[in-house]
């Protein structure tokens, strides 16, 4: 099944619960994909570890056809 799109996240509000690769933005409005690990902080795929990241979402599924 598949799951529900939340949309954006404030990261204020929730972060995310697992180590999986999501979207994230920047504060400079930069969208890429990244992850947070909670020892680690946040990191942008290709970029590294960073600190400025203000919303986040689920990548969505793949298509089916």
């Known amino acids: 099944l598949p799951s529900i799109d939340e949309g954006w996240v404030r ?14 933005c920047t504060d400079v409005d930069y969208v890429d994909t990244g992850c947070y690990d909670p020892e680690m902080g946040w ?19 793949p298509p089916t056809k």
């Open 43 to 61: 990191r942008l795929n290709g970029i590294g570890f960073v600190n400025n990241i203000t919303h986040w979402r689920k990548l969505p599924q």
């Open 11 to 24: 990261v204020e509000d929730r972060l995310p619960e697992t180590i999986n690769d999501i979207l994230v």
